[in-house]
Every structure is written in C-alpha cells, then in structure tokens.
C-alpha cells in the first residue's frame, strides 16, 4: 500500500488545528481544533469524515500541547485514522519562525529542531507550540517524516529596500534584524488562488493580500513573489489586530519604561496581548464588535474606525509599491467573513480603480468570489485562505519522491 496520507499540525499559542488529508485528491479525511489549551475549559472539537458525520466535542481541562496532541490521536484513532496508519506518509507542521535559514519546506531533523528554537526570541508566542507539535509527533510516530512549512518562506523574495530596517546597519545584521513577515503560506495559497479566480497566470498579476485573522498581516504579491509585507522581525507590527498593537513609533516603549516604570515584559505583554482591539474596546472578536456598534457603543466604534484607518493606509502604501494592482483579497476570520470590514476598507477609493459591490459584499459563501462591480479596473476579492491544505502540498511534494 502507498502512503498518501498527510497530517498537518497548526500548532498556536493556546490552540492546535488539524486536517489529515489524502493527497490523491487533497480530499480531508478529519479536521479539528483544540482551543484554551492550559485551561480548565480546553475543548477539542473533532470533525471525522468532513462533510459526512457529525462533529464530537471533548470538553475539561487538556494541561498542554503534548496532552492536545495526545487527545487528538486518539480522537484520529476512534475512527481508524490512527497516527499508527501505515497510509500516513508524513506530518506537516506550520512553523511561524524561520528566520532566514529556512526559505523552502524542511525536512525536520535535529539541526532543524536547533534552529527552530534558536528563533524563539522573535516569535515567543508561536515557535514554542510549534516545538511541542513536532516533539511530540516525533514521539508517537519516529519513523514518519516530519517536515516543517514556514510562515516567513514566501517572504523570503523581499528586496532589501523592504525587508532592511533603517537603523545602524552593524547592529541590525550582529542582531539579525530585519523584516521577516509572517502568514506567508496564506499569502502564498491566496495570491495563486486570486490568481486564478482571474483566470490568469501568477506571474501576470499583482495583488494585495489582506490576511485578517486575530494576526492580521498584509501582503503585496508582484507576479507571484512578495514584495513587501506588513509584519516585521516578530509578528507585532503592521495592521491592528485582535490582541497586539501592530505600528507604533517606537518610543513609545521608551516611555513606557522611563515615565510608566513598565519592565521589558509587561511592555511585551502590553503590546502583543492587551492592545489591538481587545486593548481599545475589550473585545478582540469582530462579530461583537460589531454587534456592540450596532447598539450605539462608542468606544468599540473608535476602535473599528482604529482598525479601518490601518488598513486603508497599507492598500494604498501597497498600492504605491506595486505601481500597478490588479486585485484586492481579503482572507481569514474577518477577510472572509465581516462584510463591514470590507466595504470600510474600500470606500471612496474608486480614484484607485477600487470599489465594492454591496450586493456582491453581502453574499455568504465558502468559495472564492468577486465583490467588485462588472468591469472595474482593480478586482476586489474574497480568497478563503488554506493554510493547511498549502502545507499538506508542500510536505507531500517534498516525502512523495
Ligand atoms: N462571522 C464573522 N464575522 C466577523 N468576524 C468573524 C466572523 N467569524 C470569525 N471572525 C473573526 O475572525 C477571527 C479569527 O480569525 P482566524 O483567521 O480564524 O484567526 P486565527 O487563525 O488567527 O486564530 C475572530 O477573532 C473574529 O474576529
Ligand atoms: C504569525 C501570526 O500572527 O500567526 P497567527 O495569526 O496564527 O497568530
Ligand atoms: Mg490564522
């Protein structure tokens, strides 16, 4: 029997996501997600057959992401998907950080694991959960290759112009400091995908991709290669997200710490968990967001308006890099799902050949679509990212030789 079968592990801060998935058709066998890993309340939802039967929830405390995975092969198991199966060829994992060592998927042996965890400074949120994923995966199945898919891969093509800071080159380059970028294999799948929702080749278009999630980054794709991105050395810069702050002048850690007495980590803290949305409003969920908007609340419509103010400055600071644009994606929780997001981000911008349908804006769908009027000069887009099933491919590409 071959081997046609990948597990992808999308490991988070406090969450694991899961597809396997068979590479002969790119059919998904099961997905799932843990979620508050570490709590009392953690909770594994578990969909078998996707699409066939119904989905099985776990609910009490699972203490970490050793235990998450741990639940979640036995959850594969009861439905004879077992991490045992000898149809399983390999295990993908997203790993947010590859600094500038790793620009293709990897093969993870031990040198890798080093470098992995080498780059926890820049991404403390991610690169831990991603060690524990593939640790334990290697732990339950040693046999099976273990290939690690980058966020900061398809970044990698940045010229210099977009990727250096502009501070002391010595102290940048003893530091490694520049602008990495993240959320590359969404930006990657969605880029192709606009691509060919256009009915064109990659290398013919040019697009701005807007992955909004509870990260958010942005993206400018010239012919199939990033040109620059929004997130930089770690995934705090750029577009407000849902808990971190994205663009601040810099001083503002100065301060903090001079005048406010804040140490190092609480001003970590501050900025990548406390600010964003949940920092301006309490809430980081677009969805109550909007609800509370809907009721006349204030303060979560300044920070709405926060949000919106980010993004129109990188659709047009995008716009600037790429001279010319051919289309606009949205993609992720908010990119695919808050129509007021979308009309926001586009109004009044018909000078740039932008524009939003609100009939189209409106329609629910899970396939990618077109939200721009009929003939308009830039294509507006709604690209539902798969970052799970990019990095099914590129670990099957790489162990199917
Ligand atoms: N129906 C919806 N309307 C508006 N926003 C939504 C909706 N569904 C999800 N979201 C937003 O998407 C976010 C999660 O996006 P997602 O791409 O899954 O994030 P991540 O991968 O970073 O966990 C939620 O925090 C919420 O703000
Ligand atoms: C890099 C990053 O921000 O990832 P996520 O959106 O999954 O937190
Ligand atoms: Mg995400």
């Known amino acids: 029997m071959t081997a046609t079968r990948v597990l992808v592990l999308n ?42 039967s119904a989905s099985r929830e776990r609910t009490g405390p699972i203490a970490d992401h050793e235990a998450a995975l741990k639940a979640v092969a036995e959850e594969l198991a009861e439905d004879g998907l077992g991490l045992d199966s000898p149809e399983l060829a390999a295990i993908g994992h997203r790993v947010v950080h590859g600094g500038q060592s790793f620009t293709e998927p990897t ?25 524990t994923g593939i640790r334990t995966a290697r732990a339950l199945r040693p046999d099976l290759p273990q290939v690690a898919v980058f966020d900061t891969a398809f970044h990698t093509t940045m010229p210099e112009s977009a990727a250096r800071y502009a501070i002391d080159v010595e102290t940048a380059d003893a530091h490694r400091i520049r602008r990495y970028g993240f959320h590359g ?10 691509a060919e929702l256009l009915g064109k080749d990659p290398s013919e278009v040019n697009v701005i991709v807007l992955h909004l999630g509870n990260g958010a980054s942005a993206s400018a794709v010239e012919g199939g290669r990033c040109v620059d991105t929004s997130m ?17 002048d810099p001083a503002v850690i100065f301060h903090l710490m001079r005048v406010g007495g804040m140490s190092t980590d ?18 980081n969920d677009m969805r109550e967001i909007r609800r509370r908007i809907d009721e006349g609340d204030e303060r979560a419509k300044l920070a709405f308006d926060i949000y919106i103010h980010r993004l129109r400055k990188y659709i047009g600071a995008y716009y600037a890099v790429l001279g010319r644009v051919d ?25 740039l050949g932008l524009a939003v349908d609100g009939e189209l804006n409106a329609v629910r769908s899970d396939g990618p679509r077109l939200i721009s009027p009929a003939g308009a000069r830039v294509a507006v887009a709604v690209v539902p990212t798969d970052e799970e099933l990019e990095i099914a491919t590129q670990t099957y590409a790489l162990v199917d030789k």
């Open 266 to 283: 609480e001003i970590d803290t501050l900025l990548n968990k406390k600010s964003g949305l949940i920092g301006l409003c309490g809430d």
């Open 11 to 52: 490991s988070g801060s406090s969450s694991v996501k899961y597809q396997l998935l068979d590479m002969r058709d790119s059919s998904r066998l099961a997905m799932g997600l843990v979620e508050r890993i570490g709590e009392e309340t953690s909770r594994l939802k578990h969909t078998p057959r996707v699409g066939g």
């Open 232 to 248: 930089g050395l770690t995934p705090l810069e750029g577009l407000v997200m849902g808990t971190r702050s994205g663009d601040m």
């Open 107 to 131: 093969v993870i042996d031990s040198a890798v694991l080093a470098e992995i965890e080498r780059l926890i400074p820049v991404a403390p949120l991610h690169n831990p959960a991603n060690l």
């Open 327 to 351: 289309a606009v994606a949205f993609t992720a929780g908010v990119g695919e799902n808050a129509a007021p997001v979308r009309e926001a981000a586009a109004a009044g911008l018909e000078g």
């Open 185 to 194: 294999t969404s930006h990657a799948y969605v880029s192709r995908a606009t």
